[in-house]
């Protein structure tokens, strides 16, 4: 995939940048100041020449199309003379059976989506959901440059690219899973979370299930794939479970599903030691002994007080002391039950 940046007015950033990808793999990186691929990996220098005519007829084709229609676009939105961006994603892929798949593009205009273009080689059909002038004479030229340019340099990229970084995007590890729960103080409820890590490649399919039904979108949080340090991914997905639903016992279950498992792998989450209002008791709790605790300390400082006050205490030691006992502690103790007493 080649992700293609045209930016129209005065930045710090030059005028037309692409980076060149292989899965999510970075490969490459051209732009309009240096007008040359730097690779980002090792290639064989046999190549660098032909990579480089390769470079120019794809970018530069690329570069003169995205200037054109950004003057297109700018022209039929009204825009100003400020700054303005296009952005495009075009690629090609590879079947496991060494045969070229679909090709692809869309286009991006300050944010807002104008177009979307796809070629199947296989069944040499095309189809567009574009805004902008798409005439007979377009379609034509398209795929006559997609035939005989575009796509075969993009597969000739990615047969070598891929022979030669095979073990890192080929590689197949297993997620590693963790289920968390964490009691909520203030919705008195439990959130429940399954997280996937460390897996390869970055598809995954996590589900959340209720009582054999998978919970709906809008009850979920996360479930963006987020990178690890190590090359690898995670997705986390949680869901609140109100002390309600707790109540009505439903089952909850994770499944995963990942091109290094065999099978999917399910997952059984266990809500059953949760007790609804639980948090509340808890809390209750703790508030009292807290009082109880502010009480007692409370009195023994009052106590203390009356003692200095009444300026002394007669301690006598006793056969029943095994080790010293502070002044404090038996006077508070006999000033206490002499309160007491009367």
């Known amino acids: 995939m080649a992700f293609a940046t045209y930016i129209v007015g005065r930045t710090q950033f030059p005028e037309f940048s692409a980076v060149l990808m292989l899965d999510d793999v970075q490969i490459g990186y051209y732009d309009s100041i240096t007008w040359s691929v730097v690779h980002r990996c090792p290639s064989d220098s046999k190549y660098q020449n032909e990579e480089k005519s390769d470079a120019d007829v794809v970018f530069l084709d690329m570069y003169n199309s995205m200037k054109a229609r950004t003057v297109y676009f700018k ?3 009204n825009q100003t003379n400020d700054v303005h961006v296009q952005q495009r994603l075009a690629g090609c892929e590879l079947l496991d059976d060494d045969k070229p798949g679909l090709l692809q593009r869309w286009d991006a205009f300050d944010g807002q989506e104008i177009g979307e273009y796809t070629f199947d080689t296989e069944k040499n059909v095309q189809t567009k959901i574009i805004w902008g002038p798409w005439g007979q004479i377009t379609r034509l030229h398209m795929k006559f ?12 990229i990615l047969r070598r690219y891929l ?11 297993k ?6 729960r964490k009691t909520l ?20 399919n996590l589900t959340l299930f209720r ?6 979108d809008d009850q979920i949080t996360g479930g963006q794939i987020l990178p690890n340090g190590d090359g690898t991914y995670q997705m986390r997905k949680s869901l609140v479970i109100s002390e309600e639903e707790l109540r009505q016992e439903h089952k909850y279950n994770c499944t995963m599903k990942h091109l290094s498992l065999d099978n999917k792998l399910d997952i059984i989450f266990d809500v059953a030691e949760y007790e609804p209002g639980s948090s509340t008791q808890f809390v209750v709790f703790s508030v009292l002994v807290f009082m109880c605790l502010a009480v007692l300390i409370i009195t023994a400082l009052i106590i203390w007080r009356k003692i200095q006050a009444a300026g002394k205490c007669s301690v006598q030691s006793s056969s029943f002391l095994e080790r010293p006992v502070s002044k404090f502690t038996v006077c508070s103790f006999m000033f206490l039950i002499q309160e007491v007493t009367k």
Request: hydrophobic share 35%.
């Open 175 to 180: 997620p590693r899973v963790r289920l968390m």
């Open 75 to 77: 022209k039929n939105l």
């Open 185 to 204: 103080t203030n919705s008195q409820g439990l959130q429940i979370s399954c997280l996937a890590t460390g897996f390869y490649p970055r598809h995954i």
């Open 145 to 156: 440059l997609i035939e005989n340019i575009y796509q075969p340099i993009c597969i000739k």
């Open 163 to 173: 022979y030669m970084k095979k073990n890192s995007v080929m590689r197949k590890v």
């Open 211 to 216: 009582d054999g039904q998978p919970v709906d």
